[in-house]
Every structure is written in C-alpha cells, then in structure tokens.
C-alpha cells in the first residue's frame, strides 16, 4: 500500500492509500483494480451529505492517490465486461425520492426522450468536453 495525501479546491482534504482489490459494480467485475481508499477526510459534512462512500470516475491525474492509468469504465472495458467506456446518469426529479441511477456501459431509454448527443472528452482528468 502506498499513502496519500489530496488539498481539494473546496477546502477538503482527504488521507489514506492506494489498494487493489476486486470493484463489483451492478454485476460487473474489475478484479485487482487499484483505487484510493480514504482513511481520513477533513471538514466534511456528513449530516449535510450523508454517504457511506465516494467512488472516483475520473482519469489518472498522475498524482500518488489516482496512479492507475485507467478509470473504472476504461478496466472494465478492457475486461469485456462493457462494449463501451461510457455511463450515464438518471436524477430523479425527486430529491426525496429514491430512483437515481448510474448505467455503466450506455444509457437506458426509459430515463430520457429525445435526441442524445456524446462528446469526446478533450481535457483529462476532468471530464471536460467541447460544446455548441
């Protein structure tokens, strides 16, 4: 295990180290895949955001907490688990509600109506994508 240690812009720090172990995401696996588990997090408000944990998406930033070069979505591609690197979110119109969805892989046509428009990302580690 390697340790680390991440200022976030927001104030938060967050501690803790570098694991691998096998990520189950709704059936599909990514055995051994390494990810930052945070032991310590400062000033975060757990009444106001209540979770039982964070799950990163973002790309390698090249920094000692994200050394893998690859993101969830990229490992279980590569494992053909999903046909593509991508994911979706459903927000439930209803905050108080339960109903909210992560697709792994795609999207669901029950959760929208429409046209749909994917952008390639232009900026890593962020998600940055460019949009007319």
């Known amino acids: 295990m390697k340790a680390f240690y991440?200022?976030?812009i927001d104030g938060i720090s967050v501690n803790g180290?570098?694991?691998n172990?096998?990520?189950s995401?709704?059936?599909l696996q990514a055995p051994n895949f390494q990810f930052a588990m945070i032991t310590q997090a400062s000033d975060f408000n757990t009444t106001r955001y209540p979770f039982n944990g964070v799950f990163g998406i973002a790309y390698s930033s090249g920094s000692n907490a994200y050394p893998s070069s690859s993101n969830i979505f990229q490992v279980l591609k590569a494992n053909s688990q999903i046909q593509n690197?991508?994911?979706s979110f459903y927000i439930s119109?209803?905050?108080?509600e339960e109903g909210s969805k992560l697709i792994i892989g795609g999207y669901n046509e029950k959760y929208f109506s429409g046209p749909i428009y994917f952008s390639n990302v232009t900026e890593q580690p962020s998600f940055t994508i460019n949009y007319e």
């Open 85 to 87: 690197a991508v994911f």
């Open 21 to 23: 172990d096998t990520v």
């Open 6 to 8: 991440i200022d976030y």
């Open 93 to 96: 119109p209803n905050p108080s």
């Open 17 to 19: 180290n570098n694991v």
């Open 25 to 27: 995401l709704q059936g």
